[in-house]
């Protein structure tokens, strides 16, 4: 997967300028896949030159031009062959995980203050999911059944950071107790 293939997603659904598709993506994707404002922009410039999206320049009165990008038949089809496509799972990369691992290094007590402000972080997060949930609960059954794949993403998302959660609990818990 590649940053272009988000993009190329959000385009599928609705013309967008890069701010909206900026927006969109940490709105939505950004969840599970990562990417800075820059490289939205500089991705968006790369998929118009291969023709793979197009866009119409939108005046503004003392700003840069707006561009609004909407995707192109041609990106159209490399979406459906990527979506049509195997793909390989995810690797995590994660620093806290390599700090545990070597944590015998240093003092239990700097592992513990990383991982509880981690702790924070997630629970951050899954609040942040909790209410698209109950945005998306919210709606009728029509709107919802639109919705039933991106749901289902949120529903991984929602059981990841719970998973997290709880296992962060037993990391606290051993690092208090300094044994298993």
Do not use: C
């Not at 866009?55 to 031009?65: C, H, M, N, S, T």
């Not at 038949?73 to 995590?92: C, D, F, M, V």
């Not at 620093?95 to 972080?121: F, I, N, P, W």
């Amino acid at each position: 997967m590649s940053l272009k293939h988000s993009l190329l997603v959000l385009l599928a659904d609705r013309p967008a300028t890069g701010y909206e598709l900026s927006q969109k993506y940490k709105e939505a994707i950004g969840f599970f896949w990562k990417a800075s404002h820059q490289q939205i922009y500089k991705q968006l410039k790369d998929l118009a030159d291969q023709g793979w999206v197009t866009f119409e320049e939108e005046l503004q009165a003392g700003k840069p031009d707006k561009k609004k990008y909407q995707i192109t038949s041609k990106g159209l089809a490399g979406l459906r062959a990527w979506l049509s496509s195997e793909i390989k799972p995810s690797k995590t990369n994660d620093a806290l995980l390599v700090m545990l691992y070597g944590g015998k290094h240093v003092d239990d007590a700097v592992l513990l203050r990383e991982v509880k402000r981690h702790q924070l972080l997630h629970q951050k997060n899954l609040q942040k999911l909790e209410a698209i949930e109950s945005l998306y609960l919210s709606l009728d059954s029509t709107q919802k059944n639109s919705y039933r794949l991106p749901y289902l993403t949120l529903k991984r998302g929602l059981s990841s950071e719970r998973a997290w959660l709880e296992w962060s609990d037993e990391v606290v818990e051993v690092l208090m107790a300094g044994s298993l």
